[in-house]
């Protein structure tokens, strides 16, 4: 199952039996920065924006890409400010437009952006990072649940995860067993805000309460503030698990999953990403469900593409 986390794609259902399968479809918003092009990047504290870039994305644009991409790269960090939050701001309404097939190849095959993908989708994997750390750091601060919740949903894009997971969901349900729909589900990249887990279980355990969800990650410190946040809102285990572990281990082990999903920042080019795919496909369950965020067109200079 294909779910693009940086705009509006249809998406089809894999399920992990080397067939291919494909049965329904789905559209999903941005699952990271902002699904409504008048709401640039935040970091919620300043409340700083910059205002959309004038006009519609043409080859010409090319330059002002490279110009956000020479800003972000000369910045000694990625901490939410009102400089990052302007050139994100500005990267983002850039990467969101829908340009017609022909000149979205023309800017993505220009010399000048193919020099700069890898290392600009670096720097937003980074962005992303910050921009979740700062956020956690900043809501497990507060005492009680009531406080802790209350600030969680006022993190920028929280209404973009409701509405991206919703979409989601609704996708997975489609082509599972309504007499057995998915109960286990696990997050890889969970990131220091997990908050396609919270918004699963706030979703499906309003009518199951077995559900159980996975964090999976890399990052250690990602792992603790992220299980820190869950317990500060109630959430223990086995509803919540949390696990220290890269993609790609050996160690992983998937089979016991209903549905597992894979972050869009996993694997930073298309063939690391494939690569990572097969080797999570091969750990799953005959009948799984992977749900894997992907991006297209220009989002793909932030996000790495999947298939091809």
Known sequence: MISNGTGTHAGACHTPNGTGTHAGACHTPNGTYSTNSSTPRTNGNTGTAMSPFPGPISPSSISDIVACYRGLSKLATLDPSPQVDALFGRLVYLCRQTPDSATAAKILKDERIVD????????????????????????????????????????????????????????????????????????????????????????????DSGISIHNIDYDQWAISSSQELCRKLGYTAPTMNFRCMDAKSKKLELAEFDVVYLAALVGMNTQAKNDVVLDIVSKMRHGALLMLRSAHSLRGLMYPVSGG
């Open 116 to 207: 700069i993908v890898p290392h600009l989708r670096q720097l937003c994997a980074d962005g992303e990072y910050r921009l979740e750390a700062y956020w956690v750091k900043k809501i497990i601060g507060f005492k009680t649940q009531e406080e802790v919740n209350s600030m969680l949903q006022n993190f920028t894009y929280y209404s973009n995860y409701v509405d991206l997971i919703r979409m989601e969901l609704n996708a997975i349900s489609s082509v599972s067993i309504p007499s057995a729909p998915p109960r286990k589900f696990a997050i890889l990249g969970s990131g220091p805000l997990p908050l396609s887990s919270l918004c699963i279980h706030e979703t499906l355990a309003k009518e």
